[in-house]
């Protein structure tokens, strides 16, 4: 090698280096279907521009809907919906491929969610047509075992079409306890949840309530405590929760619709996913129908202002996600086909289309494959 060679080999390292640690890479769960997704795909976002990628697929399942990355990087578990309600257990390689483990029953019927507590121990997972949640012990090698924890939820609604019955729709763990929001009952329900022995057991008072008809869909916890939030899937709406973390108790404190008053298709609209900012002073839902991310300032009371109606620059946005340094959010368009990025404005929370990328079939969540 010349006097030259060493030094140009050295700066040429630096620098994929320098532009390896300014992407980060996200996994999109997908609903399959011949001639679409076959499975869990992956995709990498530029954090200093907002350009996406598509990384091609990382493992075949079918419906692996709702994904949930462990708290230690090293695997991920997915909701399984097809075959009945399952939790699939995947290894993430360094290359960022995944490796199967293996799947466990959820023992209820349309597993929709999964969700894995801050220790690490266990998945827990949301049966949508059964109506019910149950919690899957994680094991050293990261596959999961036979259900530990299992609750049958009861109840119904004002509307006949949807709430005739019980449907889990998501759970969460937060402390103690875990959360589970109910389409069919109107309720966020809660459970004292020992994480060593993975169990659950109705908390008192047993729930939140949302206003009856709204159909509670996801959740969100305020990232330095004190309040929840809950999209409601059926009224485009969301209500925020006074949290006592102590006794894992919810009291309602306002709700307030997504959409703007002009929206002219309100009727046929529906609300998906919600997070945080991480910042804890914006909150994110996002509308199915109407195609847009509702943008709210969180008061100090914990009460919400609505701030920008962004349009999602996908069709149906079921699922989205935050950057971990809080200044992307990437969306998945689950009728489209396609992902889109938004810058985030640090002082505002408003939203800027950056990039879109499409070829991904009916992508219906984002997950960064680093959780923090």
């Known amino acids: 090698m010349n006097s030259l060679g060493l030094p140009l080999a050295l700066s040429l390292l630096l620098g994929l280096s320098a532009v390896s640690a300014e992407t ?22 530029d954090l200093a521009t907002g350009a996406l990628k598509l990384e091609g697929l990382a493992a075949e399942a079918k419906n692996p809907s709702f994904l949930a990355v462990h708290p230690n990087g090293k695997f991920l ?20 491929a995944l490796r199967h483990l293996n799947d466990d029953s959820t023992k209820g019927a349309g597993n929709c969610h999964v969700f894995v507590d801050a220790s690490g121990k266990n998945v827990l997972a949301a049966n949508y047509g059964g109506g019910s949640i149950a919690s899957l012990p994680i094991r ?10 299992f609750v049958q939820h009861t109840g119904q609604s004002v509307n006949p079409k949807r709430q005739s019955a019980p449907h889990a729709h ?3 763990a937060n402390g103690d306890f875990v959360y589970a ?8 329900f809660v459970y004292r949840f020992d994480a060593t022995k993975g169990t659950l057991v109705p908390n008192s008072p047993p729930s939140g309530k949302v206003p009856p008809g709204s159909g509670p869909r996801h959740l969100a916890f305020h990232p330095k405590g004190g309040f929840a939030y809950v999209n409601n899937e059926m009224t485009s709406a969301v209500t925020a929760f006074a949290h006592d973390a102590k006794k894992g108790t919810l009291t309602a404190l306002q709700t307030l619709s997504t959409l703007p ?5 309100a009727a046929k ?5 919600i997070f945080c900012h991480p910042s804890g002073r914006f909150l994110y839902v996002s ?3 109407h195609d847009s991310i509702a943008v709210f300032a969180i008061g100090a009371d914990g009460k919400l202002t609505s701030v920008q109606h962004a349009p999602a620059k996908v069709k149906t946005p079921r699922g989205f996600a935050l950057s971990p340094d809080g200044n992307w959010l990437v969306a998945a368009g689950q009728a489209s086909d396609s992902l889109a990025s938004h810058r985030i404005d640090p002082a505002t929370g408003k939203l800027t289309p950056a990039a879109e990328v499409a070829g991904v079939g009916a992508p219906v969540c984002v997950v960064f494959a680093n959780p923090k």
């Not at 578990?77 to 960022?96: H, M, P, S």
């Not at 609209?269 to 996913?273: G, I």
Request: charged share 20%; hydrophobic share 30%; aromatic share 8%.
């Open 77 to 96: 578990y997915a909701a399984v919906e097809g075959g009945g309600g399952a939790v699939g257990a995947f290894a993430i390689e360094k290359d960022g």
């Open 170 to 172: 998501s759970i969460y």
């Open 269 to 273: 609209n529906s609300t998906a996913e």
């Open 140 to 149: 050293a090698d990261g596959s999961v075992g036979p259900a530990t924890g």
């Open 287 to 289: 509308n199915r129908g």
């Open 181 to 188: 929001c109910d389409l069919g009952t109107d309720d966020v």
């Open 261 to 265: 008053d002009s929206a002219a298709d």
């Open 24 to 45: 980060i890479d996200f996994y999109i769960g997908t609903y399959t279907k011949p001639g679409g997704s076959k499975g869990i795909q992956r995709g990498s976002l």
